[in-house]
């Protein structure tokens, strides 16, 4: 409720501040500060649909960061699971190689355990005291004795090296199993260090979104007290045309005594209506905003064409000069030529309008009225004029009415 009082206040303020007839204006001059009157209110709601327009594309930045914010969120959600699961097989992996190392541990001494019997054998049969492997030999009852003694040495000898060769292979497969398992572990720590690099890098991004976020709300709150304000000025604009209204239609009561004067007068009154009514009409038709938008967009003919560029100053290609172009009144369209084929709604070519974007393969430019386009040709060319027929047309998009 105080706040309605307030603007009430301030609308009456901003009404006292206007500039007000006196006795003895004329109605001429009442007219003409009707008229600048009403030139200050249609700037005034220029404005305010300019800062709405401004507006809704601060809307949409904030819808589209909340988005990004969601993406963001869901996948943050994704590497942590992931990163527990990475967590739970590293663990297993650790125990995997704990259980080798302790295989290993017990091939090992399985090994040399084979190791210290052979020698024991072989130093039972070969060493013991002076008696040598030759006298062993020498002391065979006969021929068929030596033999069987030399096989049993040998068989002895084999059986024990086999043992050995098979002991040390188990040893070497558990060792290379013990490897092989360390090095998945030391693959799974990778894993999880570049998750947990990831992890930090979205919360930067978050961060970041967030703080956007911010900025942007304040943006939309600004707007939404640059409105508020705007549409206090027009209210109190025209509290004043109707003043001024009436202060005309009281001039006019007292000069119809008059013919002479009331004639004059219906002249004078006719010719301004006429004016007034000319300054909107255009050739080509269309809306005031959708001229406005040609009209600007034809400044800057003769700039560079710029792949990929936006800026109609340094230069622009065909989609970033509609791009940018359309940026400068707060509307927030697609970068691309062939996203931009399906912005705002489509119309036909006999009905385009200033300001309606007309869509070409690969290419789009800005359709200024009367058959003619203003658009970023080619590098060599910059941005030029043309005919909208110099190609096949696929669409005609408008986006503002």
């Known amino acids: 409720m105080k706040r309605r009082v307030l603007q009430a206040v301030l609308s009456l303020i901003l009404i006292l501040s206007l500039p007000m007839s006196v006795y003895g204006t004329t109605i001429d001059e009442l007219k003409q500060q009707q008229k600048e009157t009403q030139k200050q209110l249609d700037e005034t709601n220029s404005n305010i649909n300019s800062l709405t327009q401004q507006k809704k594309g601060i809307t949409a930045e904030i819808e589209a960061i909340d988005d990004e914010l969601v993406e963001v969120m869901a996948s943050v959600s994704i590497l942590e699971d992931e990163i527990e699961d990475i967590k739970g097989k590293i663990e297993d992996k650790k125990a995997e190689v704990d259980a080798k190392a302790k295989e290993y ?14 020698k024991k054998r072989i130093k039972f049969m070969y060493e013991r005291g002076d008696y040598t492997y030759v006298q062993l030999l020498v002391e065979a009852k006969n021929l068929s004795d030596l033999v069987n003694k030399t096989e049993y040495i040998e068989k002895l000898y084999e059986y024990d090296r086999k043992m050995l060769i098979k002991f040390q292979e188990i040893k070497q497969a558990v060792a290379d199993a013990k490897a092989a398992l360390e090095e998945q572990q030391a693959e799974l720590e990778e894993q999880e260090e570049e998750l947990q690099v990831s992890l930090t890098e979205l919360a930067e991004e978050k961060e970041s979104l967030d703080t956007l976020m911010a900025q942007k709300k304040q943006e939309a709150a600004n707007y939404d007290t640059a409105i508020s304000k705007a549409k206090q000025d027009a209210a109190a604009y025209k509290a004043k045309i109707k003043q001024q209204n009436s202060e005309i239609r009281k001039l006019e009561a007292e000069e119809a005594a008059k013919k002479a004067a009331t004639s004059a007068s219906s002249g004078r009154k006719g010719s301004a209506y006429n004016v007034d009514s000319a300054s909107v009409i255009s050739s080509s038709g269309g809306s005031a905003s959708g001229k406005e938008i040609a009209s600007y967009a034809c400044r800057y003919v003769g700039g560079p064409y ?6 109609l100053t340094d230069g622009c290609d065909c989609s970033g000069f509609t791009y940018a172009v359309y940026k400068a009144f ?4 697609p970068r691309t030529s062939t996203a931009q084929r ?3 709604y489509g119309v036909n070519y006999s009905e385009a309008q200033p300001g309606d974007i007309i869509c070409y393969a690969g290419h789009v430019a800005l359709y200024i009225g009367n058959g003619q386009i203003v658009h970023a040709s080619t590098p060599s060319t910059g941005i030029k004029y043309g005919y909208a027929t110099y190609k096949e047309i696929l669409a005609v998009r408008r986006v503002v009415d």
Do not use: C, D, L, R
């Open 105 to 118: 541990e017990e091939a090992k001494a399985t090994e040399e355990a084979q190791y210290e019997a052979m």
């Open 306 to 311: 710029v792949s990929g560029g936006t800026s």
């Open 330 to 333: 707060g509307y927030s369209i």
């Open 342 to 344: 399906s912005v705002g």
